[in-house]
Structures are given as structure tokens and as C-alpha cells.
């Protein structure tokens, strides 16, 4: 069965204060590896697909990468914009198309 | 280009009831997904369909049914409502005519459900 663990469950930042995020994962077979922010009520934002090991991609205050077994979301001088849940996802290479399997989710809290 | 819609927005129901969830494709996806997202919980998967055919499920009950429209479009029907049914659902919808590349869902804002 698939599954993804995210660390810490929740983590607070002075604004400016950088940090990663940790997600571990274990999938049969890894399609790709998804990470999302999500507001409070809303529905989550889709930020990054991670494919392959040694992959990194970079989006603005947000970086991702990922191994073999775990990916981190590197955040550079936080703003208090940037609070939110971040939650981490897998989906595996069997069939097309199929479901994710997510963690819990970190909350962010960023202070001015 | 409008993204992923859902309605109605929040819901409120009593035990027992029943309950039917609307939810509008990203334009140019023919894949939809449902998820139930409890507090402080990640989504778990409920089903998908594709073709108006539901093609995955999850560890759901059968009261949890759903059925897709020639027009992508998606319904989730829960029978005989529980208070443990009480989450934000969400649909994301993505695309299986990328080759096998590209398979990111998009979500939709969700819709709150309160089961009293």
C-alpha cells in the first residue's frame, strides 16, 4: 500500500527565516510526486511534479526536489504570504491515471 | 479559461439523508477524481471516472456513488448520511490525453458538508 509522511506536522517561521519541508514516501513504482498549498476551506493549488530522483523544480520563494525515497520543498526567506498547508502526494505507475495517495499536510505559519 | 468548479459551495444535512455533489472539468480534461478531506487531514480518494465509466475506487463504502456526463462533468451521491461523512469534498480533474506524461489533477474549491 502506498504511503506518505510529512514533517513536522506544523512549523512555525520569522519572516525571512528559510526551511524545508519534508515529505517520505513509499510507492510501487513512482509516477510522480505532487505538491500542493491549501488555504484554509479552500482546495488545494498544485505548485510542483517531481518524476525522477535528482529532480528539482522552482517556483519564486519554493523549491522541490526528490529522491528515492523522500522529497523536501525548500522555502528561501518566507513571507507571511506564504502561510498555508502544504501537503505532499504520490501516485503510482500502475494503471493510467491513477488516484493520489496523500500525508497529512505541514502548516506553515509565517510571522512578519 | 475556467478551472475546476464545484457546487454547492457548503451543505448542511441530517443523518440518514441524502446528498448529491456537482463538479465541472478544467476545460479540455476528461478525467474526474473525488476526494474527501476530513479537518486536518490529507484528501483520501473515493473513486474516479473516466469514459462515464467510475475506473478506480477507494476504501469507501458503497454508499458513496458517483456517475460522470457525456460532458466530463461529474456527480457524488452519499446515501444515508453518517455525522462521520461531515469533510470538504473536492473533485480535481486532469487529462488522459497527454501520452502518459502529464497527469496532474487540479482541484476544485470543494464543498463543505455538515451532517448533523
Known amino acids: 500500500e502506498d504511503q506518505v509522511t510529512q514533517s513536522p506536522e506544523a512549523l512555525r517561521l520569522q519572516e525571512g527565516e528559510s526551511s524545508s519541508l519534508n515529505c517520505s514516501y513509499t510507492v510501487s513504482g513512482l509516477r510522480g510526486l505532487f505538491w500542493y498549498r491549501q488555504d484554509p476551506g479552500k482546495g488545494p493549488e498544485f505548485l510542483f511534479t517531481?518524476?525522477?530522483a535528482g529532480e528539482e523544480k522552482e517556483k519564486e520563494r519554493l523549491k522541490a526536489t526528490l529522491t528515492k525515497k523522500e522529497s523536501f520543498l525548500h522555502i528561501t526567506a518566507p513571507k507571511p504570504e506564504d502561510s498555508a498547508t502544504y501537503l505532499c502526494?504520490?501516485?503510482?505507475?500502475?494503471?493510467?491515471?491513477?488516484?493520489?495517495?496523500f500525508g497529512k499536510g505541514i502548516t506553515l505559519s509565517v510571522r512578519p | 479559461d475556467a478551472g475546476v468548479t464545484q457546487s454547492p459551495t457548503h451543505l448542511i444535512k441530517t443523518r440518514g439523508q441524502q446528498v448529491t455533489l456537482r463538479c465541472s472539468p478544467k476545460?479540455?480534461?476528461?478525467?474526474v477524481s473525488w476526494y474527501q478531506q476530513a479537518l486536518g487531514q490529507g484528501p483520501q480518494f473515493i473513486f474516479q471516472y473516466y469514459e462515464e465509466e467510475e475506473r478506480q475506487r477507494g476504501n469507501f463504502p458503497d454508499r458513496f456513488s458517483g456517475h460522470q456526463f457525456p460532458n466530463y462533468s461529474s456527480e457524488l451521491n452519499v446515501n444515508a448520511l453518517l455525522l462521520g461523512d461531515s469533510a470538504l469534498y473536492l473533485c480535481a480533474s486532469s487529462s488522459d490525453q497527454t501520452g502518459g506524461l502529464d497527469h496532474t489533477q487540479y482541484f476544485g474549491p470543494g464543498t463543505r458538508l455538515t451532517v448533523l
Open positions: 476545460s479540455g480534461h476528461d478525467t
Open positions: 502526494a504520490v501516485q503510482a505507475r500502475t494503471g493510467a491515471n491513477s488516484k493520489l495517495t
Open positions: 517531481l518524476y525522477s
